[in-house]
């Protein structure tokens, strides 16, 4: 059975970073794209970052130069290095791989 557990959320000053973390089990990361996703309040879930199989890195532009997805050699964890956090960040932020969805986890930025 495939499980996708995130964490590493929380709330941060604007500038501030955090590190999230994402934990998937029944498959290889390696062996898929992987994608982290996030939902503001009131607002429709967006992609913000992904990685392809072979590793290529997309990014929507208002996250660029300032976030970084990344598998581990395991192949069984996908992070999302975020730096210079705006509020315009904050939401619950999820990944995914193929059809499956972690629980999500809050990041908040506020002062």
């Known amino acids: 059975q495939v499980q996708l557990v995130e964490s590493g959320g929380g709330l941060v000053q604007p500038g501030g970073s955090l590190r999230l973390s994402c934990v998937v089990s029944g498959f290889r990361l390696d062996y898929f794209a992987v994608g982290w996703f996030r939902q503001a309040p009131g607002k429709e879930r967006e992609g913000v970052a992904c990685?392809?199989?072979?590793?290529?890195?997309y990014y929507i532009d208002s996250v660029k130069g300032r976030f970084a997805i990344s598998r581990n050699s395991a192949g069984d964890t996908v992070y999302l290095q975020m730096n210079n956090l705006k509020p315009a960040d904050t939401g619950v932020y999820y990944c995914k791989m193929l059809e499956y969805w972690g629980q999500g986890t809050q990041v908040t930025v506020s002062s």
């Open positions: 990685a392809t199989r072979a590793d290529s890195k």
